[in-house]
């Protein structure tokens, strides 16, 4: 059997969260951890799945060589006392540029964290702590602007938790994003969430909310089809001590075993570039959503319960969302609610012309039943 990294089997202690690890712990592990030099590592050791298979009791994920660094400087920046709440990427745009004229385009010692690790300004070397440095370097996370330096990840904080994600702008196919979205999809699923069972997180993205809502289930299930995405959950796992599996999946196809609770916050725009996090496809955007929905209600049993955050485009004052649910909706044994949850979202993207026809964008939450 593979051989897993000390640090991220430091998730596997109890159910739900368990102490991040400390500095020195993680210098300890890294040593123990640098001998080892496996093919692969999982982000736990979880307990095989009521239902799976022998060959899915235990789901690896490859490890990348960055996690180390990553971690360890999350935890500099926790025990810094950094805190961080992501903005959406228009606000994130006039902050800077408000910055930039106001003669503050590169990050100020005053406020040097969360400047390089939240707002992604360019830095001068010697601004940050020489190992918080190194370990930008050794994380493959650190670019160069002519004489400047730039961090390539953000960090925001969450309801006392860390998260890892990609830097402002996201515009590389594979960024991972974190944001309004997530903080209000978290608030979602906290409300919504019956206790108890086993869940997966469809397109986890950063892993926020299994890891923020570890607590919620018995076993958690982090699904993404994007590598970068998977790697950047684990290092979130072992920063805020949670339990959770990570899967290599679209939508639900490569995720075994029985499953009681779907939860997915999908991309819901559409996107020229067609980077993951950030399109939806069909026509407006909600075809990714649409499919969770209907490959979930496929998947779960009697009890079962899905639970959804996405964006809805209104054309004509209909929500088009909803209006290519309700087939699945009315599907015997389906309960469901369906909640506005604010009425206008990303109203920078109707200049595009994919959204000539379109109204507003709406926010909207689908928790489904199956009776």
């Not at 290092?235 to 805020?240: P, Y």
């Not at 490569?254 to 980077?275: K, Q």
Request: proline fraction near 6%; aromatic fraction near 6%; hydrophobic fraction near 40%.
């Amino acid at each position: 059997m593979p051989r897993t990294d000390p640090g991220e089997l430091r998730t596997a202690r109890a159910q739900g969260h368990s102490p991040p690890p400390t500095q020195t712990e993680l210098q300890r592990e890294r040593a123990d951890w640098e001998g080892m030099t496996p093919n692969k590592v999982a982000a736990t050791e979880p307990q095989k799945p009521e239902g799976s298979g022998d060959d899915h009791s235990r789901i690896e994920h490859p490890a990348h060589p960055s996690s180390h660094a990553l971690i360890e400087l999350g935890c500099a920046l926790r025990d810094s006392g950094y805190n961080f709440v992501t903005v959406t990427p228009e606000t994130h745009r006039r902050v800077n540029a408000n910055a930039e004229r106001r003669g503050r385009r590169l990050a100020h010692s005053s406020q040097a964290a969360r400047d390089v690790f939240g707002w992604s300004r360019p830095f001068e070397a010697g601004l940050l702590p020489a190992h918080w440095v190194e370990l930008l370097t050794a994380a493959d996370a650190l670019e160069y602007e002519g004489d400047l330096l730039r961090s390539r990840v953000r960090f925001s904080t969450l309801d006392g938790g860390l998260y890892v994600h990609s830097a402002f702008p996201t515009a590389e196919a594979d960024a991972v994003f974190f944001g309004p979205d997530t903080y209000r999809f978290c608030a979602l699923v906290r409300r919504w969430m019956p206790p108890g069972g086993r869940a997966v997180d469809v397109g986890c993205g950063s892993g926020a909310a299994g890891i923020a809502l570890a607590s919620r289930a018995q076993a958690w299930v982090l699904a993404d089809i994007n590598p970068r995405a998977l790697e950047l959950a684990r290092v979130n796992a072992v920063l805020n001590g949670a339990l959770v599996e990570l899967v290599a999946s679209d939508v639900l196809d490569g995720v075994a075993g029985h499953i009681d609770v779907v939860i997915a916050n999908p991309p819901y725009m559409r996107d020229e570039s067609a980077r993951v996090y950030r399109d939806g496809g069909g026509t407006h955007g909600q075809a990714l959503a649409v499919r969770i929905v209907r490959d979930a209600l496929r998947r779960l049993g009697r009890g079962g319960t899905l639970i959804v955050y996405t964006g809805a485009a209104i054309v004509g004052g209909e929500d088009t969302f909803l209006r290519e649910l309700t087939p699945l909706l009315q599907l015997p044994n389906v309960h469901f609610a369906y909640e506005e949850l604010d009425p206008d979202v990303f109203g920078e993207e109707l200049e595009r012309p994919a959204y000539a026809d379109v109204e507003r964008i709406a926010a909207v939450g689908l928790r489904v039943e199956v009776g």
